[in-house]
């Protein structure tokens, strides 16, 4: 009597266990929203793991904030995953791929574009033992970095800048701002709280031509207060913080750091876009 093959048996459960579904795999309908992006010619050998499976593990770390070499064998190895993800990094994927959803949003409330209005704001962030540059930031008594960021009227990611915590908001605001005005040329107003107020609001003036406007908190207001415009920065940093591999920052360069941040707005903007196609 022949002894049954379990080979087969083995191969089949490897299979099953490829497709099956995380909280944070993309659905059908969001990666047919960015499937283009990730078009490859028809050349050479077969590829062994789809891009969709490779950004499925790359979702699962942002949510999870486990490490690299622990993914599930759900995913793609650990080394492709990896690769491919420093591989987007480097040419600027995940910054095209943020831009391009953040339009389509806005175009599926009625904006336009590009903004015309802004919020600016920082998040200081623990570092951990990988090392990289940090600093101390004493007035949240945090050593570590900082992210910078500026998003549109609906809390959308505009641009995000990561640097050491020991440098002040308007320092770092000068290191997130210089470039905007070429990308961004219809915008006139940028809303900040009080840490940015002084010297800032001239340069930004000066060398972008946009008016800085300090958003001030009511000085006879005791305990919590949701301030004009402040409120949907503050949100945002909210939205970001739901993801654990952003409850620290785990990076040894601030870009990596920064492509994380780009990531988890791309993934709520295609929960948004899914959300209104089931709407509609």
Aim: one cysteine or more; proline letters at 4%.
């Amino acid at each position: 009597m022949k002894k049954p093959k379990r080979h087969k048996f083995k191969r089949n459960q490897q299979k099953k266990r490829r497709h099956q579904k995380y909280s944070s795999s993309l659905s059908a309908m969001a990666w047919r929203a960015i499937r283009h992006f990730f078009i490859v010619k028809k050349r050479g050998r077969k590829r062994k793991h789809t891009p969709r499976a490779i950004l499925d593990g790359i979702f699962y770390i942002l949510r999870t904030g486990c490490q690299w070499r622990i993914l599930p064998p759900d995913f793609p190895p650990w080394q492709t995953v990896y690769s491919s993800y420093r591989r987007w990094t480097k040419n600027g994927l995940w910054k095209r791929l943020n831009d391009t959803l953040r339009i389509r949003l806005r175009k599926a409330v009625g904006k336009k574009k590009n903004p015309s209005a802004a919020i600016i704001d920082s998040q200081s962030a623990k570092t951990t033992e990988q090392g990289g540059p940090r600093g101390y930031d004493a007035g949240k008594k945090v050593k570590g970095r900082k992210r910078h960021i500026l998003v549109d009227s609906l809390g959308l990611l505009l641009e995000v800048k990561v640097h050491p915590a020991d440098i002040q908001d308007r320092d770092g605001a000068k290191l997130l701002l210089n470039y905007i005005k070429k990308k961004y040329p219809e915008l006139v107003l940028i809303w900040a709280d009080g840490g940015y107020r002084g010297s800032l609001i001239d340069w930004v003036e000066k060398n972008l031509g946009v008016k800085l406007e300090i958003v001030k908190r009511n000085d006879d207001a005791k305990g919590f207060q949701v301030l004009p415009k402040r409120w949907i920065v503050e949100r945002t940093l909210g939205w970001i913080g739901r993801n654990r591999r952003l409850s620290k920052d785990y990076e040894r360069q601030c870009k990596t750091e920064e492509s994380w941040v780009q990531l988890a707005m791309i993934s709520l903007m295609l929960t948004r876009i899914e959300s209104l196609k089931e709407a509609a």
